[in-house]
């Protein structure tokens, strides 16, 4: 355990942050998920629906460094292709 006043608080703050990006993690997985569902099951209306919802959490996750700019935008773009691939071939 730390005895300076300021370690204190870096604990404090790493704890809570480390909180926050479960939370968003959490988030993003139940997300996708719902994504890979609708797409299973071939409801094109509600898997978009989906699509944009993960797209707006991939954004937001990466704009507070949840995860990298990098990494969201390619999940974007792996998310996108499977949507299309799996509608064209219906």
Known sequence: MANIKSAKKRIRVI????????RVKGHLK???KAF???LAEGNFE??????????KELKQAASKN????????????RLTKRFNAA???K
């Open 36 to 38: 890979d569902a609708a």
């Open 66 to 77: 949840t995860i990298s700019k990098n990494a969201a935008s390619r999940k974007t773009s």
């Open 30 to 32: 139940d997300v996708l």
């Open 46 to 55: 509600l898997a978009e629906e989906k699509l944009r919802l993960a797209e």
């Open 15 to 22: 704890d809570k942050k480390t909180a926050r990006n479960k």
């Open 87 to 89: 509608k064209a071939a």
